[in-house]
């Protein structure tokens, strides 16, 4: 049972534009989460960050967007370069140690 | 660099063989956690350590699978009697508490 979803493997957006990177969880005890990219033969690198308490976080050309209704996080990358090709996961916790990871989303930016 | 690193970054195993991967935490990192990414998945927790304490093994596939961080610092994930089914990514990850969590390079484990 997937706890974390990113029902899009892939996704291709041109430079410039806006990259819209979707998940959804269904444990709504889930209080945290949070967005690691992962380039080819690396480790995942943590990107940004969200708790419950907001519905909105921003970082530079990076925002995470949390709808707690609908248990659905976005993050928009505007504007995408071509070096943020990688594929990009969801993680979310519920106040502890133990993240659970959604399966990746592919982001190809056309130069 | 400061931050986790990871050895081998490649492994080959003959199945019912046992293999050592070992994870150097960032200095100072209380917290450590070993994860198993299969290809086209995300990663999946295994196991949590609190300095030399293991708080939580309940990821640990089976019994062949072993971690050990005996002073507080480097961790070592051992796999007894390699199966096929062991092939994946190990990563590595540490933190100074209960906040974010920051990943090695993974170890990538092929069991032949």
């Known amino acids: 049972d997937q706890q974390v979803k990113q029902n899009s493997p892939s996704l291709s957006v041109q430079e410039g534009r806006i990259s819209i990177l979707n998940c959804d969880y269904t444990n709504s005890m889930f209080d945290y989460f949070l967005w690691y990219k992962k380039y080819p033969a690396e480790g995942p690198t943590f990107l940004i960050s969200i708790s419950s308490i907001k519905d909105k976080n921003e970082d530079g050309r990076f925002t995470v967007f949390l709808n707690k209704s609908a248990k659905h996080l976005s993050l928009h990358i505007v504007p995408s370069q071509p070096g943020d090709s990688a594929v990009y996961f969801c993680?979310?916790?519920?106040?502890?140690?133990?993240?659970?990871f959604g399966t990746g989303t592919r982001l190809k930016v056309l130069a | 660099g400061a931050g986790v690193s990871q050895s081998p970054r490649y492994k080959v195993a003959k199945r019912g063989q046992d293999v050592a991967l070992r994870c150097d935490p960032i200095?100072?990192?209380?917290?450590l956690f070993w994860y198993q990414q299969a290809l086209g998945q995300g990663p999946e927790f295994l196991t949590y350590f609190q300095n030399e304490a293991q708080l939580d093994k309940s990821g640990l596939p089976s019994d062949r699978f072993f971690a050990e961080r005996p002073e507080g610092s480097v961790s070592t994930l051992k796999i007894q009697r390699t199966q096929q089914e062991d092939s994946a990514v190990y990563l590595c990850?540490?933190?100074?508490?209960?906040?974010?969590?920051?990943f090695g390079p993974g170890t990538r484990l092929t069991v032949l």
């Open positions: 990850a540490s933190s100074l508490s209960e906040d974010t969590q920051y």
């Open positions: 993680a979310a916790n519920s106040g502890t140690y133990k993240y659970i």
């Open positions: 200095s100072g990192h209380v917290s």
